[in-house]
């Protein structure tokens, strides 16, 4: 079984609207870490949240949150008031016990329109 | 300076070459990690280095050959490649440790990547 699914290959959104990322994952650990990851054209690949199994509130960084919902095993991106510099590949990865082992989504390509 | 530093930025070679990747890591973190992306494909694991050992190592084909001589520094030396082999290759580093008792996870931190091109 996959890991991590991230089911929008690709998504379109109007400048300075909302956008949600979708992120669901797979593990049975307790303890587990998820991340967002942003891929420019440019290629590297820049950190933009983290949420940790036990914690109680969704993260939130900037114009960046983590919808976080445990039981359903998701961790969907929230990007609020979208810019042009936005457009990226969107990557959802996650991080179990084993610390060695970071498994990534397959993408989101985000464009957003002015 | 930046987090982590990959050299080349760009890479063509032909299959009969000899070269080597190289990342650097200033953050002070004790894992080193290897990635492959190729085009419309997931990122791919190739190596995991903890503490100057190899720890992971995904069925990676023979002519990959990676070098961790200390906790700052990977290499990852290439020889005889195929052309089903041009991607891109991103360094990554992160701290092994649980941050807190609640289970936080240090992220990896990324290079910019060599994008190589075989021919």
């Known amino acids: 079984a996959q890991k991590i699914t991230q089911t929008q290959p690709g998504m379109f959104v109007q400048e300075k609207e909302a956008v949600t990322l979708d992120c669901t994952y797979d593990?049975?650990?307790?303890?587990?870490?998820l991340f967002w990851y942003k891929q420019p054209s440019s290629g590297e690949m820049i950190f933009l949240i983290y949420?940790?199994?036990?914690?109680?509130q969704n993260a939130t960084e900037g114009r960046y949150s983590l919808n976080f919902q445990k039981a359903r095993k998701s961790a969907n991106l929230v990007i609020s008031a979208s810019q042009l510099g936005d457009s990226a590949m969107y990557f959802c990865?996650?991080?179990?016990?084993?610390?060695?082992?970071?498994?990534f989504g397959s993408g989101t390509k985000l464009n957003v329109k002015p | 300076e930046t987090g982590v530093t990959q050299t080349p930025r760009h890479l063509v070679m032909g299959m009969t070459n000899k070269k080597s990747l190289k990342c650097e890591q200033h953050?002070?973190?004790?894992?080193m990690y290897w990635y492959k992306q190729s085009a419309k494909k997931p990122l791919e694991l190739m190596f995991v280095?903890?503490?100057?050992?190899?720890?992971e190592n995904n069925s990676v084909p023979s002519r990959f050959s990676p070098e961790c001589p200390n906790s700052s520094h990977l290499f990852l030396h290439l020889h005889t490649l195929q052309p089903e082999d041009s991607a891109l290759y991103l360094c990554?580093?992160?701290?092994?440790?649980?941050?807190?008792?609640?289970?936080?996870?240090?992220?990896?931190?990324f290079g910019n990547g060599t994008r190589l091109t075989v021919t």
């Open positions: 953050l002070g973190h004790n894992a």
């Open positions: 990554a580093s992160s701290q092994d440790q649980e941050d807190n008792l609640g289970g936080g996870y240090s992220p990896l931190h």
């Open positions: 990865a996650m991080r179990e016990v084993n610390f060695n082992k970071f498994y």
């Open positions: 593990t049975s650990d307790p303890s587990y870490g």
């Open positions: 280095y903890s503490l100057e050992e190899r720890v």
């Open positions: 949420q940790g199994s036990y914690d109680q």
